[in-house]
């Protein structure tokens, strides 16, 4: 499973009958987003981009579907915009190609490459700025971490050491200068809210990206440079954005 893509046993299954809780915005709006969305694609515009001008008149941060939490906006400033895409997918059913949905979602990788302009403009600047943010605070960073625990298990294989054993934990030590146990509770005390509908990925997503507003406000803007530049260098992470 990717680490943005569907989390039901449904996929995007189109959904017959939902139960939906709007806790940020009036549902009306939301509709409409819905409505454009459908009436584009059926009208011959690309479903992508039509998704992702829906996504420009979608307001809800936050609904509840069927019991299920969706979260679109981590921290208040990421938009989760892969949420959102599985969200208007399960909605929009046939009307959208299975395999190029399940690249989208599942992989990250968009069935057309759009100027950055375009995105910006279908989405709305303030979006846009917050698709960023996701991108860099979530999709990077879990590169990063990925990187850097590959180079620890590089070094153990070097020195002998065959186990994998806390390499993670390493890996987090090596980026942020302090361990999970005593970085990762501070955050509830900090926002002041929890989150129990939120699902394990959800969750991931958010200790994600506020390890990367830490590394922001405490590492050194040189080392936060090489970080990312050896991220998108490195072989095999596919990191695929519009900017």
């Not at 200790?207 to 040189?222: D, I, V």
Request: with cysteine.
């Amino acid at each position: 499973e990717g680490g943005n893509g569907c989390r039901t046993a449904a996929g995007c299954e189109p959904m017959m009958e939902e139960t939906v809780n709007h806790a940020s915005a009036p549902a009306t709006a939301d509709s409409e987003a819905i409505a454009y969305f459908k009436e584009a694609v059926a009208s011959g515009k690309h479903w992508y981009i039509a998704l992702l001008g829906a996504m420009g008149l979608w307001t809800s941060t936050e609904e509840v579907v069927n019991g299920r939490t969706y979260r679109y906006l981590i921290d208040g400033e990421a938009f989760d915009w892969l949420l959102l895409a599985e969200r208007l997918c399960q909605i929009a059913g046939e009307l959208v190609p299975e395999d190029e949905k399940n690249n989208l979602l599942f992989h990250g990788i968009p069935p057309v490459r759009l100027e950055s302009a375009e995105v910006k403009s279908l989405l709305g600047g303030k979006k846009y700025r917050q698709y960023l943010n996701y991108f860099y605070g979530v999709t990077v960073e879990e590169a990063l971490l990925l990187a850097v625990q590959e180079e620890v298990e590089k070094e153990r294989l070097a020195g002998g050491i065959r186990t994998r054993r806390d390499a993670a934990d390493e890996a987090f030590a090596r980026i942020y200068g302090t361990s999970r146990q005593v970085l990762f509770p501070r955050f509830p005390q900090e926002e002041g809210y929890p989150h129990p509908a939120m699902t394990p990925l959800d969750e991931l997503k958010e200790f994600t990206y506020r390890p990367f507003k830490y590394r922001l406000r405490h590492c050194e803007k040189a080392r936060i440079q090489k970080m990312h530049a050896g991220v998108l260098r490195a072989a095999h992470i596919g990191i695929h954005r519009h900017c």
